[in-house]
Antibody, heavy 119, light 108 residues
Framework: EVQLVESGGGLVQPGGSLRLSCAASGFTFSSCAMTWVRQAPGKGLEWVSSISDDGGSSYYAESVKGRFTISRDNSRNTLYLQMNSLRVEDTAVYYC?????????????WGRGTMVTVS | EIVLTQSPATLSLSPGERATLSCRASQSVSRFLDWYQQKPGQAPRLLIYDASNRATGIPARFSGSGSGTDFTLTISSLEPEDFAVYYCQQRSYWPPITFGQGTRLDIK
């Protein structure tokens, strides 16, 4: 079964740090670009960051640039999001998602999300 | 940044009726427009990509159309499980990828 499972969320004070993980299974992780999308409570979806299959290219939303770092370990089938200098407005459910094909930004598989609360 | 505007914000219909959801882009996105469905407490699910291609396992009652700045998601005959929030997403000249604000499809 194709699956993504996020972990690492929790309660953190403003200015603090967290590292989210996303464990992938059921597909060839090293061949797939990956993305983090977040959703603040009661709000819509916001793209956060994406990384290519080999980790050589990455992109960030302006709202997180310079504070968040996306990375991956293809030997562990795991995607990461290091979040530093957290702000109240970073409070959200964070989803990891797999790209359908290439590095196109079409997300066909999503995890269930992990909640990050900055307060 | 390309802004996507979805309309209506809320759509109230009955099972069996036809639903038409709109997404308008602030500038042309060609056909790089996708649709997602999200139910309460669940992750989004990909329905349509590249404006009109159904994702794997998506029923034929879901269809997408449009190009440039105007796009439509049509559900031909609503089933009870279709009542959810629908988001459009563009990925033309990304980053950034942007989402519309969503259309809530309610049971009338």
């Amino acid at each position: 079964e194709v699956q993504l499972v996020e972990s690492g969320g929790g309660l953190v004070q403003p200015g603090g740090s967290l590292r989210l993980s996303c464990a992938a299974s059921g597909f060839t992780f090293s061949s797939c670009a990956m993305t983090w999308v977040r959703q603040a409570p009661g709000k819509g979806l916001e793209w956060v960051s994406s990384i290519s299959d080999d980790g050589g290219s990455s992109y960030y939303a302006e709202s997180v640039k310079g504070r968040f770092t996306i990375s991956r370990d293809n030997s562990r089938n795991t995607l990461y999001l290091q979040m530093n200098s957290l702000r109240v407005e970073d409070t959200a459910v964070y989803y990891c998602a797999k790209d359908l094909y290439g590095f196109r930004g079409v997300f066909d598989i999503w995890g269930r999300g992990t909640m990050v609360t900055v307060s | 940044e390309i802004v996507l505007t979805q309309s209506p914000a809320t759509l109230s219909l009955s099972p069996g009726e036809r639903a038409t959801l709109s997404c308008r882009a602030s500038q042309s996105v060609s056909r790089f427009l996708d649709w997602y469905q999200q139910k309460p407490g669940q992750a989004p699910r990909l329905l349509i990509y590249d404006a009109s291609n159904r994702a794997t396992g998506i029923p034929a009652r879901f269809s997408g159309s449009g190009s440039g700045t105007d796009f439509t998601l049509t559900i031909s005959s609503l089933e009870p499980e279709d009542f959810a929030v629908y988001y459009c997403q563009q990925r033309s000249y990304w980053p950034p990828i942007t989402f519309g604000q969503g259309t809530r499809l309610d049971i009338k």
